[in-house]
């Protein structure tokens, strides 16, 4: 693992995902005891999830409720508890050459191939097996 080394540039953390059983229950907390605004909630049919987003500078945090109890968040909050959940990295290069170079390389994937994620942007996961224990995303760079 650590002979490895990927060419892929990562330029940020894009993102913070934290595991909530309610976007609304969790929403004062951020709006109102932190400050931050919330500008976007969607669902994500494809996850199982529906995400809040707030901004925190130049990065985010994102909120995901479970919609479903066959949501992996819905299986996270059962067995870890409401948390952060995986750290996502904006990538320069698109998703799916980041993806196929840590196949490549043996980094070991959730994802085969990338998926389309909140705000449209196409995400791929790496296995915490292979991130020393952090569920890892892969997120295109906004435009
Ligand atoms: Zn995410």
Do not use: W
């Amino acid at each position: 693992m650590l002979a490895i080394v990927l060419d892929m540039k990562i330029s940020r953390i894009e993102h913070l995902g934290i595991a909530v059983p309610s976007i609304e229950e969790a929403l004062p907390y951020y709006e109102n005891v932190l400050g931050f605004t919330c500008y976007n909630i969607e669902t994500v049919e494809e996850q199982k999830v529906r995400t809040a987003f707030l901004k925190v500078g130049e990065t985010k945090i994102e909120l995901l409720e479970p919609t479903s109890s066959e949501s992996t968040i819905a299986k996270f909050l059962e067995t870890r508890g409401q948390g952060i959940h995986h750290i996502a990295y904006a990538v320069e290069d698109d998703v799916k050459e980041a993806l196929a170079e840590c196949e490549e390389k043996g980094v070991r994937t959730i994802d085969k191939a990338p998926r389309g994620g909140a705000e449209g942007l196409s995400i791929a996961f790496l296995h915490p097996k292979s991130t020393q224990g952090v569920l890892t995303e892969l997120c295109e760079e906004k435009k």
